[in-house]
């Protein structure tokens, strides 16, 4: 029996939606842009069954993937689970047999040695197949049609990591896919590999070495020359694993680290860098001038995440777990591993952020994020008590200027993870900018389109769903090229 | 739980005050205050179904109605569906919808 009634944080909005779409020829107030052509990939997550344990994560989540597929200015709409070894074992037993974020001795014990991965977190498109991402395990592929679980992804063998990151890096110039996997060995081993893969899909160099400490390694920038991955607060160990916790606690008096590591080097190559307690779960980009490497990103004060907690006992601090765009400098000339830090903007945002991907390596000028704008009205009435509290607005924040130019999603809308869509053959930020909104006041999830160069407008078209889409992590647009779409 | 989020249903509601019946009421209670003098009050001038006052509107106007003859105002029936979540704590709020 599948009972979700008593979990107080699943209701509303939030309830678990459970089933499978399609939507063809979706309702669209405003107009799709015609040059659109591709498909948004949403991944995300939704409870099949209830956790196990009130205390999981909700990265937890059995990954859920939807797209919006854009052809001749209209837009079908399809949802399906990610059908995993998990999904389908837990679908057999009709209950929840996996328990907590990466913790496999709170599961039971039928499902002993089976792959825990819920592919919950970011769609790629790379050398023409479609996969889902999630840093604990490979990556599966998904046929982009019928978005069917095709299986796990090795990259013809040649990927030896057990785990696979959700953020590799596309160098625009050369095509290649620069990506990683952490404890890369199994659980707790201290391993991270590093690949490059070209265009093809074909692994052309595997780089192995060893992080300080077991940490989280979420995501990475790319210049022309290196690879810049952070590693910050949370810690793990088989002990805290046996003892029933979720795979990460916060430990505050860990250093921030930043390895810069040479694209082309080896692992004694490789520099560490050491700053303040920060938390750098997602990037923006990063480029070189002259011995200097240049890396900036939406950057936590501390701990974000509440269901990772201290690890001292200590209450988790909801007002250190604000993300503010920063820049990190390191000069790859010093002596010692200290590093420079700016905040570039003073309003604390989304740490989901995009640049144009097309200037990865490279200087560049925009980023786009959300954010919570506390001055723009929330019609409680209408869509409940939650003003305030979620991002409302998309901003398009010039790193040049300073300035920021913005998009209100409306009363009664909160704002999902922005995705940059750039124009063919436009300029940097020239196009689009495309997010999924929920809409608290009419039970349904709307698809944002907005012109990039004219947020302040409003959007240009809305994709309405008549239900409420699963929770998203990330989601990405892939152009009619990139994918073999019918 | 529907009756809550959206009003009583209209075969409950008290019998709908027009402008007409509002125009005639003033004039009834004008009437007697200005033939009897004392503690006469308006109110008693009015028939009343129940002592309890309700918001209500009279030509898009919200007024304090304290006769029981005004249908009373409920908000707009949105979905609301954000209301759980609202109440939760920060932590609470933020453990489970981390991107919402």
């Known amino acids: ?486 | 739980m529907r009756e809550a989020m959206n009003g009583p249903s209209p075969a409950k509601l008290p019998a709908l005050l027009t402008r007409r019946a509002f125009a005639r009421m003033l004039a009834t209670a004008t009437a007697a205050f200005a033939i009897t003098s004392g503690k006469i009050a308006l109110a008693s001038a009015v028939p009343s179904i129940g002592s309890r006052a309700i918001v209500s509107f009279h030509m898009d106007q919200p007024y304090l109605d304290r006769t029981g003859t005004a249908v009373p105002y409920y908000r707009p029936a949105g979905a609301r569906s954000a209301q759980s979540a609202g109440l939760l704590s920060e932590e609470l709020f933020r453990r489970n919808f981390i991107y919402a």
Request: charged share 25%; with cysteine.
């Open chain 1, 1 to 486: 029996m599948v009972d979700f009634s008593n979990m107080p944080t699943m209701k509303g909005f939030f309830a678990p939606t459970r089933f499978e779409a399609d939507v063809y020829d979706c309702e669209v107030i405003g107009k799709v842009p015609a040059e659109l052509s591709g498909a948004f990939v949403r991944l995300g997550g939704d409870w099949l069954y209830p956790p196990k344990f009130d205390d999981d994560s909700p990265f937890s989540m059995d990954g859920y993937i939807n797209m919006f597929r854009f052809k001749n200015g209209v837009v079908d709409y399809k949802g399906r689970w990610v059908k995993t070894p998990r999904y389908k074992a837990d679908l057999a037993a009709h209950k929840q047999l996996f328990g907590k974020y990466r913790n496999p001795f709170t599961d039971d014990p039928s499902v002993k040695g089976l792959d825990r991965s819920v592919q919950n977190t970011t769609p790629l498109a790379f050398a023409g197949k479609l996969f889902t991402l999630k840093e604990d395990g490979l990556p599966y592929e998904i046929n982009c049609n019928t978005l069917e679980t095709i299986g796990p992804y090795n990259f013809h063998g040649k990927y030896k990591s057990l785990t696979f990151t959700a953020h590799p890096k596309v160098d625009p110039v050369s095509g290649e896919m620069i990506c990683y996997g952490y404890e890369a060995e199994g659980l707790e081993t201290n391993d991270v590999f590093l690949y490059t893969i070209n265009k093809k899909g074909e692994v052309t160099r595997e780089l192995r070495f060893k992080v300080p400490y077991v940490s989280m390694v979420h995501d990475i920038s790319i210049t022309k020359n290196y690879v810049i991955i952070p590693i910050f607060g949370f810690v793990s160990s088989m002990e805290r694993l046996k003892e029933g916790k979720v795979h990460w606690g916060w430990d505050d008096t860990k250093p921030a680290m930043v390895a810069i590591v040479p694209r082309d080097g080896e692992a004694k190559d490789i520099r560490w860098f050491k700053g303040p307690s920060r938390a750098t779960v997602h990037t923006l980009n990063a480029r070189e001038e002259g011995n200097r490497v240049i890396f900036e990103a939406p950057i936590y004060d501390s701990n974000p995440f509440p269901f990772f907690p201290p690890i001292d006992g200590s209450k988790w601090d909801a007002t250190k777990a604000r993300a503010y765009i920063r820049r990190q400098t390191f000069n790859m000339n010093s002596k010692d591993d200290g590093f420079t830090e700016e905040k570039l903007f003073e309003m604390n945002v989304s740490d989901l952020g995009r640049v144009d991907d097309r200037y990865l390596t490279m200087p560049y000028r925009y980023a786009f994020t959300a954010y919570a704008d506390k001055q723009r009205p929330f019609d409680e009435w209408k869509a409940g008590n939650l003003g305030g509290r979620v991002n409302n607005c998309y901003g398009r924040f010039d790193l040049a200027t300073g300035k920021m130019n913005s998009y209100f999603a409306g009363d009664t809308h909160s704002l999902q993870e922005v995705c940059f869509v750039p124009r063919k053959n436009g300029a940097e930020g020239e196009g689009y900018i495309m997010g999924m909104a929920s809409n608290y006041a009419e039970l349904r999830s709307e698809l944002i389109i907005a012109d990039a160069q004219r947020l302040e407008e409003g959007d240009v078209g809305r994709v309405i769903l008549p239900f409420r889409a699963t929770a998203q992590v990330h989601g990405r647009w892939f152009d009619e090229s990139e994918l073999p779409f019918a």
